[in-house]
């Protein structure tokens, strides 16, 4: 008989999580079975940024992912939206970085997060 149970966890800060059913505290070194995890818009709301600086200049990483066209079927290629959730996606999925300059007046927005001072 399997046991369902709940938490939720601040990915950026939690180690451990509280059960909501059993009121019980795991973390890494406590669990003993396998854990199944769905976890909604994870990624989407995790903080990351890259940037790497070229002759003293800072860019900023972007990154894509995206199915070439040439490799989708011609028949499926108008309906490619409605098969987005396709699992075989994955497979053709080609991933990206292109780095851009930041512009001097915008560094503080990235390195900090704080809007710049107006001069």
């Known amino acids: 008989m399997g046991i369902l149970d709940f938490a939720k966890l601040d990915a950026e800060h939690d180690c451990d ?3 909501q059913i ?6 890494c070194a406590t669990i003993q079975n396998p854990v199944c995890v769905i976890a ?3 990624f989407d709301t995790l903080r990351q940024e890259a940037f790497r600086v070229v002759d003293g200049k800072l860019q900023v990483a972007l990154s894509s992912v995206y199915i070439p066209l040439d490799q989708a079927d011609p ?3 108008t309906s490619l939206e409605a098969d987005i959730l396709d699992p075989d996606l994955i497979e053709r999925a080609h991933y990206a970085w292109d780095y851009v300059p930041v512009d001097d007046k915008d560094i503080p927005t990235f390195l900090l ?7």
């Open 113 to 119: 997060g704080v809007t710049p001072m107006q001069t």
């Open 17 to 19: 999580m509280h059960l």
């Open 75 to 77: 028949d499926e290629i």
């Open 40 to 42: 909604n818009y994870l």
């Open 22 to 27: 059993s009121g019980k505290w795991i973390n």
